[in-house]
């Protein structure tokens, strides 16, 4: 089978092993503002959880222009068309939310403003937006309802791909997974 790019299989993994810390960071700082802890511990949660997303944005920005110019290798045939349309659904749906959530954080700390991260760096701020507190709490709200649907989508799309490993064996999985592809049925 077909295996991806190693650029693709870069960005996938990048991507993917950044989401688990995005949502502990996201979920640990906002735990932490909630008991009302406002100490070096949380700034740095925050500053973290900011940069690594600004720069999962970015990522995204670059894979999509390359998926642009490199088409996906075709699914097997032993896959019936139902599940490539449901793969394809699913696989387009994180696309468009691996864009809208990190967009919307970026809005969202614009609008408030809290653009700085970690080491005194500052995110440039968001073009078109101008400071407004109640704009930025709308804004995280949704960011925080997107992350958990892309959370969501990104289970299901695991369990799919461990699926193809432990069942299907079609090659499947080891065509998105890092180092040489093995061959398989
Ligand atoms: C794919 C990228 C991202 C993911 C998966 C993600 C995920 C999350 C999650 C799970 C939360 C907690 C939500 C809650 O408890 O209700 C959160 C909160 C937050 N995120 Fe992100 N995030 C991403 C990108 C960004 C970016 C790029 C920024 C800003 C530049 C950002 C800024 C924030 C802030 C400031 C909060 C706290 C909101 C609040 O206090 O209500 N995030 N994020």
Excluded at 75 to 80: F, H, I, Q, R, V
Excluded at 119 to 146: C, D, E, S, V
Excluded at 153 to 171: P, V
Aim: net charge positive; charged share 10%; with cysteine.
């Amino acid at each position: 089978m077909t295996p991806y790019r190693p650029f693709q299989r870069l960005m996938h993994w990048l991507v993917a092993l950044s989401l688990p810390v995005l949502f502990i960071l996201g979920l640990w700082m906002t735990a932490r503002a909630g008991a009302n802890l406002w100490d070096d511990q949380t700034n740095l949660l925050y500053g973290l959880h900011k940069a690594l997303g600004f720069a999962v944005l970015c990522l995204m920005v670059l894979r999509l222009v390359l998926k642009l110019r490199t088409a996906a290798p075709d699914y097997p045939s032993s896959l019936s068309p139902t599940l490539v349309v449901l793969a394809k659904t699913i696989h387009g749906l994180m696309y468009l939310l691996l864009f809208a959530v990190p967009l919307l954080g970026w809005a969202a700390v614009t609008a408030y403003p809290a653009l700085i991260t970690v080491a005194g760096y500052h995110l440039p701020a968001m073009p078109g937006i101008t400071p407004n507190q109640a704009l930025a709490k709308q804004l995280f709200a949704l960011h925080g309802t997107l992350a958990f649907a892309l959370g969501a989508l990104a289970l299901g799309h695991i369990a799919a791909a461990l699926k193809h490993l432990l069942f299907n064996r079609d090659g499947v999985f080891e065509r998105m997974w890092p180092g040489k592809p093995t061959q398989s049925r």
